[in-house]
């Protein structure tokens, strides 16, 4: 039987891991001392994952990990799984694809720890190639990025393996919703933030967050109209003397979501959603175009990619793009 209780529970959905969980489980040893738990939930692996783990971790002592075996219904649903089972009065996210930093674990615990009232703390993260190596720096808070509730609203920088969350407060708003495929952190944070949790920054990067194949653009489309139907939800649940600012909310999400399909190359994708934003555009026609191109400037230049404005002024994109911006 387990001798103590976990300083933190490292909960882990996975499904075909196999690649990745060597270097996570690794990188994980280097908080090794911080005394935290791992618990890992198996969702439907088809590539000897869980086997995988069982190898990796059989001579770490029985009290320091746990393979449960998921419902095959989703991430949503592994992560509840998993903090279900833990042990810890801490929780910390971590997905199998990405790898921690030291002191991924002991960081967030000490700034819990010298804060009582927070509920929840986030560091940031490095956007890495399927190799791991380090792309882009991601600092939300030098944006003023934060998490009130709208302040998570006009920013909505959230990387569950960089997230740590007190168990209570995850039990008090019922954990992640089981329903979401998708965004289900944007919602769960906010859902926090609007029973009046508290979270803050750790103002450097926790992990590297890998990018990869199995996790872009085959699911891009769920993901973006995933994310506009979580924003879209919350934010009708604002008072009538707001709605202006709502308008707003679900303009600039809609254009960074078009903004990310065109990043991916789907320029039908982002088309589609751009004319889907057209009925909250809280500009004037001659300001569209001008504050489009600004957008995703600022959304290309925050993950280190090239923009070439007279590259997409030039392209059958822009054209189609700036018609549907100056239809009255």
Same mark, same amino acid.
């Given at each position: 039987?387990?001798?103590?209780t976990?300083?933190?529970?490292?909960?882990?959905?996975?499904?075909?891991?196999?690649?990745?969980?060597?270097?996570?489980?690794?990188?994980?040893?280097?908080?090794?001392?911080?005394g935290?738990?791992?618990?890992?939930?198996?969702d439907?692996?088809?590539?000897?994952?869980?086997?995988?783990?069982?190898?990796?971790?059989?001579?770490?002592?029985?009290?320091?990990?746990?393979?449960?075996?998921?419902?095959?219904?989703?991430?949503?649903?592994?992560?509840?799984?998993?903090?279900?089972?833990?042990?810890?009065?801490?929780?910390?996210?971590?997905?199998?694809?990405?790898?921690?930093?030291?002191?991924?674990?002991?960081?967030?615990?000490h700034?819990?720890?010298?804060?009582?009232?927070?509920?929840?703390?986030?560091?940031?993260?490095?956007?890495?190639?399927?190799?791991?190596?380090?792309?882009?720096?991601?600092?939300?808070?030098?944006?003023?990025?934060?998490?009130?509730?709208?302040?998570?609203?006009?920013?909505?920088?959230?990387?569950?393996?960089?997230?740590?969350?007190?168990?209570?407060?995850?039990?008090?708003?019922?954990?992640?919703n089981?329903?979401?495929?998708?965004?289900?952190?944007?919602?769960?944070? *906010?859902? &926090?933030?609007?029973?009046?949790?508290?979270?803050d920054?750790?103002?450097e @990067? !926790? $992990? #590297?967050?890998?990018? =990869?194949?199995?996790?872009?653009?085959?699911?891009?489309?769920?993901?973006?109209?995933?994310?506009?139907?979580?924003?879209?939800?919350?934010?009708?649940?604002?008072?009538?003397?707001?709605?202006?600012?709502?308008?707003?909310?679900?303009?600039?999400?809609?254009?960074?979501?078009?903004?990310?399909?065109?990043?991916?190359?789907?320029?039908? *994708?982002? &088309?589609?959603?751009?004319?889907?934003?057209?009925?909250?555009?809280?500009? @004037? !026609? $001659? #300001?569209?175009?001008? =504050?489009?191109?600004?957008?995703?400037?600022?959304?290309?230049?925050?993950?280190?990619?090239?923009?070439?404005?007279?590259?997409?002024?030039?392209?059958?994109f822009?054209?189609?793009?700036e018609?549907?911006?100056?239809?009255?």
């Amino acid at each position: 039987m387990p001798s103590a209780t976990p300083s933190v529970s490292v909960v882990v959905p996975m499904r075909d891991a196999t690649p990745w969980l060597p270097s996570l489980l690794a990188a994980l040893v280097h908080d090794w001392d911080t005394g935290f738990e791992l618990v890992v939930v198996d969702d439907g692996s088809q590539d000897g994952s869980a086997d995988l783990i069982r190898q990796l971790c059989a001579h770490w002592p029985t009290e320091r990990w746990q393979l449960l075996e998921g419902k095959g219904e989703g991430v949503s649903s592994a992560r509840n799984q998993g903090i279900m089972a833990s042990r810890a009065a801490v929780i910390a996210f971590l997905d199998a694809d990405d790898r921690p930093f030291a002191g991924r674990l002991s960081k967030p615990l000490h700034h819990l720890a010298s804060n009582p009232h927070l509920s929840h703390v986030h560091g940031g993260w490095w956007r890495c190639n399927a190799q791991g190596e380090r792309q882009q720096p991601v600092r939300p808070w030098d944006e003023g990025a934060g998490f009130s509730w709208h302040q998570f609203m006009e920013h909505k920088a959230v990387l569950p393996s960089a997230w740590t969350v007190r168990r209570s407060a995850l039990l008090q708003v019922g954990g992640f919703n089981p329903a979401l495929r998708h965004s289900e952190d944007v919602d769960l944070i *906010l859902r &926090l933030a609007a029973a009046g949790h508290q979270g803050d920054w750790i103002h450097e @990067p !926790l $992990v #590297r967050y890998r990018i =990869h194949s199995g996790n872009a653009s085959g699911r891009l489309e769920p993901q973006l109209k995933g994310l506009l139907s979580v924003i879209d939800h919350h934010l009708n649940t604002l008072p009538n003397p707001q709605v202006g600012w709502a308008k707003d909310q679900r303009y600039s999400t809609a254009t960074w979501a078009a903004w990310q399909a065109w990043q991916a190359g789907n320029s039908s *994708l982002a &088309l589609q959603l751009l004319k889907g934003a057209m009925a909250s555009c809280p500009y @004037p !026609l $001659v #300001r569209r175009p001008v =504050h489009l191109i600004e957008a995703m400037h600022r959304s290309s230049m925050r993950i280190g990619a090239p923009f070439n404005r007279e590259h997409l002024l030039a392209s059958a994109f822009w054209r189609q793009a700036e018609s549907m911006l100056l239809q009255r």
